[in-house]
Protein backbone atom coordinates (compact mmCIF):
# COMPACT_ATOMS: atom_id res chain seq x y z
CA UNK A 1 0.00 0.00 0.00
CA UNK A 2 1.45 3.44 -0.93
CA UNK A 3 0.44 5.98 1.41
CA UNK A 4 0.09 9.56 -0.31
CA UNK A 5 -0.95 12.96 0.13
CA UNK A 6 -2.35 15.74 -1.75
CA UNK A 7 -1.11 19.56 -1.78
CA UNK A 8 -3.24 22.16 -3.76
CA UNK A 9 -5.01 25.02 -3.21
CA UNK A 10 -7.39 24.61 -5.87
CA UNK A 11 -10.60 22.33 -4.49
CA UNK A 12 -10.93 21.13 -8.25
CA UNK A 13 -7.52 20.14 -8.17
CA UNK A 14 -7.48 18.52 -5.23
CA UNK A 15 -10.91 16.34 -5.96
CA UNK A 16 -9.98 15.26 -9.78
CA UNK A 17 -6.67 13.90 -8.25
CA UNK A 18 -8.13 12.20 -5.28
CA UNK A 19 -11.01 10.80 -7.35
CA UNK A 20 -8.19 9.39 -10.07
CA UNK A 21 -6.22 7.76 -7.43
CA UNK A 22 -9.69 6.13 -5.53
CA UNK A 23 -11.38 4.92 -9.25
CA UNK A 24 -7.84 3.67 -10.57
CA UNK A 25 -5.68 3.24 -8.03
CA UNK A 26 -7.00 1.29 -4.87
CA UNK A 27 -3.47 0.47 -3.92
CA UNK A 28 -3.21 4.13 -2.83
CA UNK A 29 -4.08 4.95 0.37
CA UNK A 30 -5.09 9.06 0.61
CA UNK A 31 -4.44 10.04 3.97
CA UNK A 32 -4.86 13.74 3.43
CA UNK A 33 -5.76 16.37 1.32
CA UNK A 34 -4.40 20.15 2.56
CA UNK A 35 -4.82 23.14 0.44
CA UNK A 36 -1.83 25.78 1.66
CA UNK A 37 1.72 25.29 2.90
CA UNK A 38 0.79 25.32 6.60
CA UNK A 39 -1.55 22.25 6.14
CA UNK A 40 0.57 20.49 4.22
CA UNK A 41 3.83 20.69 6.75
CA UNK A 42 1.50 19.34 9.65
CA UNK A 43 -0.10 16.33 7.57
CA UNK A 44 3.04 15.33 6.66
CA UNK A 45 4.70 15.22 9.64
CA UNK A 46 1.73 13.67 11.28
CA UNK A 47 0.77 11.18 8.53
CA UNK A 48 4.71 10.31 7.60
CA UNK A 49 3.36 9.27 4.02
CA UNK A 50 5.34 7.45 1.49
CA UNK A 51 4.44 10.07 -1.23
CA UNK A 52 3.45 13.58 -1.73
CA UNK A 53 1.42 15.37 -4.84
CA UNK A 54 2.77 18.36 -4.34
CA UNK A 55 1.52 22.06 -6.34
CA UNK A 56 4.24 24.14 -7.51
CA UNK A 57 2.01 27.02 -7.30
CA UNK A 58 -0.16 27.91 -4.50
CA UNK A 59 -1.78 31.76 -4.63
CA UNK A 60 1.69 33.81 -3.74
CA UNK A 61 3.40 30.91 -2.04
CA UNK A 62 5.59 27.81 -3.61
CA UNK A 63 4.92 24.55 -2.82
CA UNK A 64 8.53 24.42 -2.40
CA UNK A 65 8.84 26.13 0.74
CA UNK A 66 6.77 22.79 2.19
CA UNK A 67 9.78 20.49 1.45
CA UNK A 68 12.00 22.67 3.31
CA UNK A 69 9.77 23.20 6.32
CA UNK A 70 8.58 19.55 7.35
CA UNK A 71 10.62 17.77 10.00
CA UNK A 72 9.26 14.56 8.25
CA UNK A 73 11.90 13.91 5.07
CA UNK A 74 11.56 10.27 4.33
CA UNK A 75 9.25 11.02 1.33
CA UNK A 76 9.19 10.53 -2.73
CA UNK A 77 7.60 13.92 -4.11
CA UNK A 78 5.35 14.19 -7.55
CA UNK A 79 4.97 18.02 -8.52
CA UNK A 80 2.29 19.03 -10.73
CA UNK A 81 1.52 22.08 -12.18
CA UNK A 82 -0.47 24.14 -14.68
CA UNK A 83 2.44 26.50 -16.10
CA UNK A 84 5.82 27.79 -14.29
CA UNK A 85 8.49 26.70 -17.03
CA UNK A 86 11.42 27.80 -14.81
CA UNK A 87 10.70 25.17 -11.93
CA UNK A 88 9.50 23.24 -14.62
CA UNK A 89 13.41 23.19 -15.75
CA UNK A 90 14.90 22.98 -12.34
CA UNK A 91 12.30 19.66 -11.55
CA UNK A 92 13.68 18.00 -15.32
CA UNK A 93 17.22 19.11 -14.33
CA UNK A 94 17.25 17.84 -10.64
CA UNK A 95 15.60 14.21 -12.26
CA UNK A 96 12.66 14.34 -10.19
CA UNK A 97 8.98 13.23 -11.27
CA UNK A 98 6.14 15.90 -12.52
CA UNK A 99 2.61 16.01 -13.82
CA UNK A 100 1.17 18.80 -15.69
CA UNK A 101 -2.27 19.73 -15.12
CA UNK A 102 -5.46 19.10 -15.91
CA UNK A 103 -3.58 15.70 -14.84
CA UNK A 104 -4.45 12.72 -17.01
CA UNK A 105 -4.77 8.84 -16.29
CA UNK A 106 -2.08 7.67 -18.10
CA UNK A 107 0.05 10.72 -16.96
CA UNK A 108 -0.81 9.25 -13.08
CA UNK A 109 -0.05 5.79 -13.70
CA UNK A 110 3.46 6.45 -14.67
CA UNK A 111 4.25 8.69 -12.29
CA UNK A 112 2.97 5.89 -10.02
CA UNK A 113 5.12 3.05 -11.62
CA UNK A 114 8.03 5.70 -11.27
CA UNK A 115 7.51 6.13 -8.04
CA UNK A 116 7.42 2.05 -7.44
CA UNK A 117 10.70 1.39 -9.48
CA UNK A 118 12.60 3.85 -7.32
CA UNK A 119 10.72 3.75 -3.68
CA UNK A 120 13.99 1.75 -2.70
CA UNK A 121 16.46 4.41 -3.55
CA UNK A 122 17.50 6.48 -0.34
CA UNK A 123 19.16 9.54 -2.50
CA UNK A 124 15.88 11.18 -2.99
CA UNK A 125 17.65 14.05 -0.63
CA UNK A 126 20.46 14.79 -2.83
CA UNK A 127 17.94 15.13 -5.65
CA UNK A 128 15.85 17.40 -3.43
CA UNK A 129 18.90 19.69 -2.77
CA UNK A 130 19.69 20.18 -6.44
CA UNK A 131 16.46 21.08 -6.94
CA UNK A 132 16.72 23.71 -4.10
CA UNK A 133 20.38 24.59 -5.43
CA UNK A 134 18.45 25.13 -8.93
CA UNK A 135 15.94 27.17 -7.93
CA UNK A 136 18.13 29.92 -5.74
CA UNK A 137 20.17 30.19 -9.15
CA UNK A 138 19.71 32.68 -11.77
CA UNK A 139 17.88 31.36 -14.37
CA UNK A 140 20.62 30.79 -17.08
CA UNK A 141 22.60 29.01 -14.39
CA UNK A 142 19.89 26.18 -14.83
CA UNK A 143 21.86 24.21 -16.95
CA UNK A 144 25.10 23.76 -13.95
CA UNK A 145 24.25 19.99 -13.24
CA UNK A 146 22.22 17.56 -14.34
CA UNK A 147 21.54 14.27 -12.14
CA UNK A 148 22.69 10.62 -13.55
CA UNK A 149 21.19 7.33 -12.06
CA UNK A 150 23.73 4.51 -12.16
CA UNK A 151 24.61 1.65 -10.52
CA UNK A 152 26.35 3.37 -7.67
CA UNK A 153 23.63 5.92 -7.26
CA UNK A 154 22.54 9.70 -8.40
CA UNK A 155 26.06 11.25 -10.03
CA UNK A 156 25.90 15.31 -10.30
CA UNK A 157 27.37 16.31 -13.63
CA UNK A 158 27.83 19.82 -14.65
CA UNK A 159 25.81 19.88 -18.08
CA UNK A 160 28.47 21.69 -20.46
CA UNK A 161 30.97 18.83 -19.25
CA UNK A 162 28.68 16.03 -21.18
CA UNK A 163 30.11 15.26 -24.93
CA UNK A 164 27.57 13.12 -25.88
CA UNK A 165 25.09 10.68 -24.92
CA UNK A 166 24.30 7.20 -26.34
CA UNK A 167 21.14 5.10 -26.64
CA UNK A 168 21.37 1.34 -25.47
CA UNK A 169 18.23 -0.22 -25.15
CA UNK A 170 16.15 1.40 -22.74
CA UNK A 171 19.62 2.88 -21.02
CA UNK A 172 22.11 5.78 -22.20
CA UNK A 173 25.45 6.08 -22.40
CA UNK A 174 26.47 9.48 -20.90
CA UNK A 175 30.07 10.54 -22.04
CA UNK A 176 31.87 13.11 -19.84
CA UNK A 177 34.92 15.10 -20.43
CA UNK A 178 36.61 13.11 -18.02
CA UNK A 179 36.95 10.44 -21.27
CA UNK A 180 34.74 7.71 -19.14
CA UNK A 181 31.26 6.81 -19.60
CA UNK A 182 28.32 6.28 -17.64
CA UNK A 183 25.82 3.97 -17.93
CA UNK A 184 22.71 5.50 -16.88
CA UNK A 185 19.05 3.55 -16.26
CA UNK A 186 17.13 6.59 -18.33
CA UNK A 187 16.32 6.16 -22.10
CA UNK A 188 17.63 8.83 -24.35
CA UNK A 189 14.43 10.38 -24.33
CA UNK A 190 14.52 11.54 -21.05
CA UNK A 191 17.94 13.60 -21.86
CA UNK A 192 16.46 15.19 -24.56
CA UNK A 193 13.23 16.44 -22.80
CA UNK A 194 15.85 17.66 -19.69
CA UNK A 195 18.15 19.03 -22.70
CA UNK A 196 16.99 20.72 -25.71
CA UNK A 197 16.74 24.64 -24.13
CA UNK A 198 20.26 23.71 -24.49
CA UNK A 199 23.25 23.73 -26.64
CA UNK A 200 22.68 19.57 -27.81
CA UNK A 201 20.77 18.45 -30.21
CA UNK A 202 19.40 14.92 -31.14
CA UNK A 203 20.76 14.89 -34.36
CA UNK A 204 19.67 10.71 -35.00
CA UNK A 205 17.96 8.60 -33.18
CA UNK A 206 20.66 6.83 -31.55
CA UNK A 207 22.41 10.16 -30.06
CA UNK A 208 22.38 13.42 -29.00
CA UNK A 209 25.62 15.52 -28.96
CA UNK A 210 26.64 18.19 -27.23
CA UNK A 211 26.89 21.59 -30.43
CA UNK A 212 30.24 23.17 -28.68
CA UNK A 213 31.47 19.48 -28.60
CA UNK A 214 31.11 19.43 -32.71
CA UNK A 215 34.63 19.52 -34.33
CA UNK A 216 33.51 18.82 -37.83
CA UNK A 217 30.27 18.56 -40.10
CA UNK A 218 31.25 15.96 -42.99
CA UNK A 219 28.21 16.24 -46.05
CA UNK A 220 26.76 13.22 -46.98
CA UNK A 221 22.70 12.65 -47.52
CA UNK A 222 21.95 13.45 -43.70
CA UNK A 223 25.92 13.35 -43.37
CA UNK A 224 27.92 13.15 -39.85
CA UNK A 225 29.33 14.96 -37.52
CA UNK A 226 32.94 14.25 -35.62
CA UNK A 227 33.08 15.25 -32.37
CA UNK A 228 36.10 16.79 -30.16
CA UNK A 229 37.49 13.49 -29.25
CA UNK A 230 37.34 11.78 -32.87
CA UNK A 231 33.79 9.90 -32.12
CA UNK A 232 31.55 10.14 -35.36
CA UNK A 233 27.94 10.41 -35.81
CA UNK A 234 25.83 9.68 -38.24
CA UNK A 235 22.88 12.66 -39.21
CA UNK A 236 19.63 11.67 -40.07
CA UNK A 237 18.08 13.63 -43.26
CA UNK A 238 15.21 15.03 -41.27
CA UNK A 239 17.81 16.60 -38.77
CA UNK A 240 20.04 17.92 -41.44
CA UNK A 241 18.62 21.09 -41.68
CA UNK A 242 18.10 22.17 -38.37
CA UNK A 243 21.67 21.36 -37.04
CA UNK A 244 23.09 23.30 -39.60
CA UNK A 245 21.43 26.13 -38.85
CA UNK A 246 22.32 25.73 -35.24
CA UNK A 247 26.23 25.34 -36.19
CA UNK A 248 25.75 28.46 -38.58
CA UNK A 249 26.63 26.25 -41.93
CA UNK A 250 25.16 26.50 -44.95
CA UNK A 251 22.26 24.49 -46.19
CA UNK A 252 24.13 21.86 -48.64
Not at 5 to 11: H, N, P, S
Not at 101 to 127: F, M, N, T
Not at 212 to 217: A, C, E, N
Request: proline share 2%; net charge neutral.
Amino acid sequence: MIKALIVDDEASGRKVLAQLLSMKHPEVELLAAAKNIEEAINAIDLHKPNLVFLDIKMGKCEGFEVLEKTIYKDYHVVFVTAHDEFALRAIKVSALDYLLKPVGIAELAQALERYRKRSKDQDQASQLQLLAESLKAPKKELRQRISLLTKDGYELVPVQAIHYLVADHNYTEVHVEDGQSRLVSRNLGHFEDQLQKFDFMRIHKSHIVNLDQVRTYVPGNGGFVIMQDGRRFEVSRRKKTDLLQLLNLETF
